[in-house]
């Protein structure tokens, strides 16, 4: 019994964390969100949710722990499937781009338009999180010179903290143009700019 509890919990707060993704990608996204909105589409009173989350902050630290969680376990994944470095690189931008496509509700968390009424620790979330993708970044580039036995002319984490950029920028246009521009639009044209680093 008390297991099937446990369980029931965890779901519950994963049905939380899903309904308030699709709140944030409907046309109400860019409002304030409040526990009462979020508790009456989730199905539950307001001192229910509590139960299951004990503020709106803690609710959107596990959305973003779970963005994190999702893209750097990809990024790993990613990493043993291929080993050449560049098309390492490739890959994980254009994943990582397909994620904000097909995820505009969390695409609005990572750029902070969702977290602009919120807590200001959540904003500082975001910014370790991005800061995390930069050292993964900087990691597989530096690998470089061990695996293929050449580096770079331009230091690793410049090259590391304009990919992360670039990721920012097209989640950032993707935001302001209420989801019509596609993150990856244009994608294959700013790879040929980022390909020419690893000549």
Known sequence: MEQANKRSIKERRQQVLTVLTHMLHSERGMERMTTARLAA?????ETALYRYYPSKTKIFEALI???ES???????????????????VKDILQMILDFARKNPGLT?????????????????????????????????????????????????????????????????RYVRSNFRHSPNQGFNQQWQLIESLFA
């Open 108 to 172: 609005r968390v990572l750029t902070g338009h969702a977290l602009m009424f919120e807590d200001a620790q959540l904003q500082a979330r975001v910014a370790k999180f991005f800061d995390r993708l930069e050292l993964q970044f900087v990691n597989i580039l530096q690998m470089r010179k061990l695996r293929e036995g050449r580096g770079f002319d331009i230091d690793e984490r410049i090259i590391a903290a304009h990919l992360v950029t670039l990721c920012e920028g097209q989640f950032m």
């Open 41 to 45: 589409e989730v199905g539950v009173s």
């Open 70 to 88: 999702t893209l750097l376990n990809r990024i790993s994944q990613s990493m043993k499937n291929e080993t050449n470095t560049m098309q390492r």
């Open 65 to 67: 722990d779970n963005i």
